[in-house]
């Protein structure tokens, strides 16, 4: 069956640019998490989505960043004013009701110039 | 969720039994180890998961030490496409727990 997807693969914005990276969940799927990556390192938690609601977003890194999920399926992260620091992976994964297995998407490499 | 300590890389050779070791001495009783896998340019995996009995699947086996303070991945026969980074994780079983991940093992599969 289809996998966690995600658009775009590459995103190459300027700095102070707004960007959406989108995340199409297996479907069934009630939980979502966003994820980021930076080179080298292990992905680190963003927030958590458990249907429409963002049950956790302690991992936000501050308010440029904001993450929606408005039918409790797509979600989409927002970046405002992006910073060059801001250029990473972005990792999206998503974990059906009776599993604690999350399923990992293979990511949008966004690049700030 | 307790830290976790693994080897920042290792080789193996193809064919062979790979033994990826993980050290979590602060574990709690009501923690898991979990092991996701990343293979170059792709999202992790997931590959196993314990609470204190052996684990095995299709992918690997997960041998716990019975104090659970470390645990050991076991790639039985391992192939060129096993290389990837190896992260170890320790979490609870929680609704919605995030996975917190490590700096993982970078291993290189070599023929």
């Known amino acids: 069956g289809a996998g966690v997807s995600q658009t775009p693969s590459n995103k190459v914005t300027e700095k102070g640019k707004y960007v959406e990276l989108r995340c199409d969940p297996i479907?069934?799927?009630?939980?979502l998490y966003w994820y980021r990556q930076s080179l080298g390192q292990g992905p680190e938690f963003l927030i958590y989505?458990?249907?429409?609601?963002?049950?956790?977003d302690s991992g936000l890194p501050n308010d440029r960043f904001f993450a929606v999920r408005p039918e409790g399926s797509v979600s989409t992260l927002k970046i405002q004013r992006t910073e060059r620091g801001d250029s990473a992976v972005y990792l999206c994964?998503?974990?059906?009701?009776?599993?604690?297995?999350?399923?990992f998407g293979p990511g949008t490499r966004l690049t700030v110039l | 969720d307790a830290k976790t300590t693994q080897p920042p890389s290792m080789d193996c050779a193809e064919g062979r039994a790979a033994n990826l070791p993980c050290n979590h001495s602060?574990?709690?009783?009501?923690?898991?180890v979990y092991w996701y896998r990343q293979i170059h340019s792709q999202g992790p995996q997931y590959i196993i998961h314990?609470?204190?009995n052996n684990e095995t699947n299709e992918m690997a086996s997960l041998i716990i030490t019975e104090d659970r303070k470390s645990s050991t991945l076991i790639l039985p026969h391992a192939t060129l496409r096993d290389t990837a980074v190896y992260y170890c994780?320790?979490?609870?079983?929680?609704?919605?727990?995030?996975?917190?991940f490590g700096g993982g093992t970078r291993v290189l599969v070599k023929p």
């Open positions: 479907s069934g799927h009630t939980a």
């Open positions: 994780i320790v979490r609870t079983k929680a609704a919605g727990n995030k996975l917190t």
């Open positions: 602060t574990i709690s009783g009501n923690e898991y």
């Open positions: 989505f458990q249907g429409t609601g963002a049950a956790d």
């Open positions: 994964a998503s974990m059906g009701p009776n599993t604690d297995t999350q399923y």
């Open positions: 314990g609470l204190k």
